[in-house]
């Protein structure tokens, strides 16, 4: 994860349809420009930081900040005092996209907390 203190979370867009395809043909695999800075400036705009790249990108908050805008519990997964990721309450990776506003939401794929590296077994 980027922070010690703040969890984050990958949110991967949907690429934009191209005109009068009916939704079937992508123009060019990235989202609409104009409906990206609009998720960017909602995920501003309730706490988040929001990290560079297109169609994904990273939203570092903390954990009240997720447990609200999300409407879930989470459990982070820590390292002593560092993060290394977090989950659901319910153990689950994906934050639940059908929460947010359906302006910010109608176009997102999926946003998804990173699996914590297994180092396999210690003390050999």
């Known amino acids: 994860m980027h922070d ?4 984050a979370a990958i949110v991967w867009l949907e690429p934009a349809a191209a005109p009068d395809s ?19 400036d909602f995920f501003e705009s309730v706490g988040f930081e929001i990290g560079d790249g297109t169609p994904i ?6 954990q009240a900040t997720f447990e609200s805008v999300f409407q879930v519990r989470l459990k982070l997964i820590r390292e002593g005092t560092r993060i290394l990721s977090a989950t659901t309450e319910l153990g689950e990776l994906e934050l639940p996209v059908h929460v947010l506003p359906d302006s910010v939401a ?5 946003i998804t907390f990173e699996e914590a590296p297994d180092f396999g077994p210690t003390g050999f």
Do not use: H, M, T
């Open 4 to 7: 010690e203190e703040r969890p």
């Open 106 to 110: 109608r176009g997102i794929r999926v």
């Open 22 to 40: 009916g939704q079937e043909e992508v123009v060019d695999g990235l989202p609409d420009s104009g409906y990206e800075r609009e998720v960017k």
């Open 57 to 62: 990108f990273s939203i570092v908050g903390v």
